[in-house]
DNA sequence: TCATACAGACCAACCAGTCGGTTTATCGTG
DNA sequence: CACGATAAACCGACTGGTTGGTCTGTATGA
């Protein structure tokens, strides 16, 4: 890819993230990158093409880190923890891509908002399968509901794209551990938590 | 409060939830509500104060209905029931301005910003302060972190406003139930979670 | 008579996108 | 290596359209 391309996109990341894609205009990116509108738009259909790309970057990285912890465990805790604790790296990587995933995906043109939503619901589909065979295979617990308890974990997850910051106390990874343990007290079955147990189960990822 | 301001901001609501705020324009809101720029710059100072008036009704209710939940109950398990429950409902009855809320706080001036972050910090502490408590007691377990979990349990609560819809299969009470109930799994002591002693916790609350 | 409520023509500012033109890189050929 | 040609990369003035906001005027009710 171009240099002027890749370029363009970083310097457009935080701008979006700070004042949000119509708080920036065209003009503003330019002048910022160093090039001109005709150096944009060489690179880039529209300005909604850009936008589309940031999405896109983020939501495809993270369905196929789904996808690979999804092939490589078999048991639905090992599943649903590999799947987590790589969820919330991402957080670490594409916070300013996240950021204005989550804001600005309105303005998506429906052509490209199409293309994110299904990578979005394929990636929902993976977590909400891990659930529902967690409970089938009797670790998590009987009595819970696969789809409220899955838009649980995603909202907990996805939520810190709001507050999670580099030079925070907790690194990601540590953030990743205290997630997996809560969802997994919430939701593994009572067999599975006594101390010894549970402890074995965590740290079996590690 | 005069009728017709009241209109444009039912009117404006769910277009600024479909379309974003700058995807619809003065014009746009003034024809729909069947009135005229006039009308509207005589009861809104700007589109900005018709933004940060759907941003406060929302967190001022969030935030009283946290305080009186907050002085109602002693227990720290009790409280945060009541503040997830009240917090819940609230997607139920406010979902269109908590759209708009999450999703174009960018664009709030800065004056207006400060008056909504004030708010919604105070809303945080309030969690985060019981959540400390129910550790200090001996309620919750002691090996949470506070911040983390606090910021899990808003997460998992705020993320409900993407997904939830007055037509689905749970209603708003359930949906606030299993929250509470995965919550309270995830940070309960052990010595609360056998069978019966978590079933009359839950049951306290109705 | 006077203030409040509303109407709607109007304006300055801005913005995404275009287009003719210029520079720079690539490469085949003698 | 030199040279010319072809295309890709980039420049920036310009435009058509839209937007938030203003201002003058009118109607209504106390």
Redesign the pocket.
């Known amino acids: 890819m171009?240099?002027?391309?890749k370029k363009i996109i970083q310097t457009a990341l935080p701008l979006f993230e700070a004042k949000g894609f119509?708080g920036?205009?065209?003009?503003?990116i330019?002048e910022q990158v160093?090039?001109?509108?005709?150096?944009?738009?060489?690179?880039?259909?529209?300005?909604?093409e850009l936008l589309f790309v940031i999405h896109d970057t983020f939501i495809s990285y993270v369905l196929e880190n789904a996808e690979k912890a999804n092939a490589e465990f078999n048991s639905p805790t090992d599943k649903l923890q590999a799947i987590v604790r790589s969820f919330v790296k991402v957080f670490d990587l594409y916070k300013p891509h996240i950021s204005v995933f989550y804001q600005e995906h309105i303005y998506l043109r429906p052509a490209y908002e199409l293309q994110i939503k299904q990578k979005r619901d394929q990636f929902k589909q993976i977590i909400m399968q891990a659930i529902e065979e967690g409970k089938q295979c009797g670790e998590f617990r009987q009595d819970i509901s696969v789809e409220i308890t899955g838009m649980a974990i995603l909202g907990m997850v996805n939520w810190t794209y709001k507050w999670y910051q580099r030079e925070g106390v907790k690194t990601i990874e540590e953030i990743g551990d205290i997630f997996v343990d809560l969802i997994l007290h919430a939701i593994l079955h009572e067999r599975f938590l006594d101390q010894n147990a549970f402890a074995s189960i965590l740290l079996s990822q590690k």
Chains 1, 2 share one sequence.
């Open positions: 171009s240099d002027l391309r119509h920036v205009s065209v003009n503003e330019v160093g090039t001109s509108k005709g150096g944009f738009y060489h690179h880039f259909s529209s300005k909604d």
